[in-house]
Structures are given as C-alpha cells and as structure tokens.
C-alpha cells in the first residue's frame, strides 16, 4: 500500500470551498476543521483518492461529504445515473449521512437520494428516475437496483467507502467489489475506515489509484476523553444492576448481545415504569427511524440495541453506553463507546462482566488498548450510583410477570432462580431453626 502522506489545513476558508457552502458551515457554528477533515479534504477536493483512518466520531462524514458536493456541483444527473455515490454498511449511518450532508447538498443545489434495505424500493427507484446526484446506499439495496436497471453506475465519478472494514466484517465484499467495478474507471475513490488490514487492504489494492494517507488516529484507537469501566457483579443481580442504571437521570445506550434479548429486557424497563426502545435488525426501518427520533429528541431516555446501533447512530450529548452483555471483541467494544464521546466531547462506558467473564473482558480491553477502573458493585448501592448515576426504577423494579422482580433473561418471570445445592442446604436449616424457635416460643 503506497499511499503518501497529504497536506494539511488550518481553516475551512483556505481550501477555496464554494462561498455557499461556507456560508451553511458558519450559519451550523461549523468554523475550524477537526483533524481528520484538515487531513483528508485537501487532497479530496484536487480529485485525488485518499485512504483515511480516523475513529468513530471523528468528524470523516464532512472530511468526505464537503469534497464530494464541491466537486460534483454544478452538473445536472440524468435519470437513473447518479454522479457520486456513498457506500455505507448500514441503514442508520446512510441516514446519518444524508442528514448530514442535505443542508450543504441544498446550499450548492444538488439532489441526494437514500438507497436502502427495509424501506420501499419502489420511491427509491422513483427518486433515481427523477435524477439524483448523489446516491447514498447500502451495498445490498443498491446491488438489487442495479441488477433490475433500475441504477446505472458509468455516470459516477466520485465514490466513497464508509466504515469499509465494516462492510467487510458484514460480508459485503463481493457486492461493493462488484459495484466499485461498474462506476467510472478514472473516477476518483474515498475510503474510510478504522483498520486498513484484510479485506480493506484488497480493496485498495485493486480499486484505488496511488491513494494519499490520511491517518489521523491509530488503527482502533481508544478515545482519549472516554471513561472505562468494568463493573463486577452476582449473575443474579446483573440484571437488576442494569434496571437501576437505565432509571438513571440522563439518557443511556445499553446493547446486549441477541434480539430476544433486547425485546425482553425493554419490555422488563417499560414495566419497569422507564421509557425505553428497542432497536435490532429485526425490526423494519420505519420503527428504527422512529425509534432513533424518539431517542435522540429524549422522548425515549434508554436505547436498548443489539450491534446493529454500534455503527451509524450520533446522538448529541450522549454521555453513558452500558455494555449489558460484554463486546465480542475490541472491535465492537470501541465502536459501542464511540456512540459516546463523539467529536472531543466526554463520556463513559461501562461494561457489566459477572465472575466468569473476567478473563475474556480483560483480553478485550486489552487488545481495544484500554485500561478500565475495576469496580465490585450490587444493585442499590451507594457507588453504582456515583459512577452511573444509578436509581431505583420508578416502578420499584417490577417486571412484566406480576409482582416478581425480574431476574435476569434466562429465566421466566416470577419463577425463581434456580438454587446450587448448598445455597438449598442454608436455606433449609435457616427454615428448620425459624420453626424451632417458634415452637419453643409456644
């Protein structure tokens, strides 16, 4: 991988973006670039591709989007032949994408389409027809438009690959490969991505031409203004741990590894008199659209979301994500934190890890290049809510099964958990020495 370092900037104004566009950055309070930006626009906007490696949150949607617009302006698209195109690996960053880009997209003129999986196929297909410069897609929505006809690529001259590593991870590589082939060969390429090893390395190698380097951060850098936290506790009292942190003042992304999971444990905080959402790939896009809205307005205060949120959500001023179940890897644990954090800002991450998980969170953060403060917590107490902000739910606790407290997701409600055989041998004696002293006291 030959790639060059580029120049850099200091300012917006010493690039030469179009008056129009400058004017819609000062009006949205967007005035000096942040590194990643300094570090990639100046080679983006002279046509060159650039490869960047940058963080989660880091301000790259701008880095790439303010190059596309400026360099796609001022020519009108035909029908179904888009002139730019973002690829993006899920539903909800395409939207965070067009909705960052449509204020500066409006300013110059210039028509976006969203072309994704989970809505309908038949207004995508009309807002090509009607001719859109800029297509912002997710690989497999636009691999279908393309097979029907319905999309053509030859017109494309600028094309970015956003989050590439995890359109790789997703098993995208075939189709972007596919599309990357379809659009103009001398056209210019922008990937960005937070490792550039694997898969991402292949894709450069046969789809960018003598790329500049724009790497701002270490491959998956841990964010320097974000608190670690392992919180150890009872596998009986995980649950009732997270119930309390989720009752917190404050809104709170808590992700757990299944989708029954999710829906289980949302109802559980909904009963529990806590506004709370659900988002997995199981639901359709129009309730994760509504979803998202509801949290980042505050309608909703707890996110509970499965990977599906780790990539593609902003939400301004989120200030706590709570791994109920422990990331998989490092991977999904820095991009889980980087919902958190975001753009300089501060935040916290806390991890609940029971007894027989501490081996494998330890290899976790050590390889995300975190050192997390260890802290050995029961629901109700004092410091769970110093660190968390904890409180008691204000329905009590209470589950969807009656009066039960809930007791975690591997059980049913109202039934209790099932005893080791000591803890019934205790049990028992305590019972028998209780019915002696109330027949001696007869």
């Known amino acids: ?14 690039l030469g973006l179009p008056a129009a566009l400058l004017t819609t950055m000062t009006g949205l309070g967007i005035t000096e670039p942040f590194p990643v930006q300094a570090a990639a626009l100046p080679a983006a906007l ?32 035909e029908p179904k032949r888009p002139l730019a195109l973002v690829l993006v690996p899920t539903r909800e960053l395409a939207q965070q994408v067009t909705d960052a880009l449509e204020p500066y997209a409006r300013a110059l003129e210039l028509r976006l389409a969203t072309v994704v999986g989970g809505l309908s196929a038949n207004r995508q297909t009309a807002a090509l027809r009607a001719g859109a410069e800029v297509v912002v897609a997710t690989p497999g929505r636009l691999a279908d438009l393309v097979s029907r006809r319905d999309c053509h690529l030859d017109r494309v001259r600028v094309t970015v690959l956003d989050e590439a590593d995890r359109m790789c991870d997703l098993g995208f590589l075939p189709q972007v490969a596919d599309l990357l082939g379809r659009v103009r060969p ?19 190698r046969d789809h960018l031409h003598d790329p500049v380097l724009a790497a701002v951060d270490p491959g998956e850098s841990a964010v320097t203004t974000l608190e670690h936290h392992v919180l150890v506790v009872h596998p009986a009292d995980k649950y009732a741990t997270a119930t309390e942190i989720a009752a917190r003042d404050g809104r709170v992304l ?42 980042r307005e505050g309608a ?51 991890t609940l890890v029971t007894p027989d998980q501490r081996r494998d969170a330890n290899r976790t953060m050590s390889e995300a290049g975190v050192r997390p403060a260890v802290t050995q917590v029961r629901s109700g107490e004092q410091r769970l809510t110093d660190l968390t902000g904890a409180r008691r739910p204000p329905a009590g606790g209470r589950g969807s099964g009656g009066d039960a407290p809930f007791r975690g997701l591997g059980t049913r409600p109202g039934r209790p958990a099932k005893e080791s055989r000591r803890t019934a041998e205790a049990r028992r004696t305590a019972e028998a020495r209780a019915a002696a002293r109330v027949r001696k006291g007869r």
């Open 1 to 14: 991988m030959n790639a060059k370092p580029p120049p850099t900037t200091g300012s917006f104004a010493a």
């Open 46 to 77: 002279a046509g060159r591709d650039v490869l960047a490696r940058a963080r989660t949150g880091s301000g790259k949607t701008l880095a790439f989007g303010l190059a596309l617009l400026t360099r796609t302006a001022g020519v009108r698209a």
């Open 186 to 204: 001398d056209g210019q390429r922008l990937l960005f991505s937070a490792t550039l090893d694997g898969d991402v390395d292949q894709l450069v």
């Open 254 to 295: 808590m992700f757990l590894d299944t989708k029954a999971g999710v829906d289980r444990f949302t109802r559980h905080l909904r009963a529990a008199g806590i506004s709370a959402g659900a988002l997995h790939s199981g639901k359709s896009q129009p309730q994760r659209t509504h979803t998202l809205a509801r949290f």
């Open 300 to 350: 909703t205060t707890v996110l509970v979301a499965t990977d599906v949120a780790a990539r593609g959500i902003h939400v301004d001023d989120l200030d706590l994500v709570v791994n109920v179940d422990p990331p998989a890897d490092a991977k999904d644990y820095l991009h889980r934190g980087g919902r958190t954090a975001r753009a300089g800002a501060s935040g916290k991450v806390v």
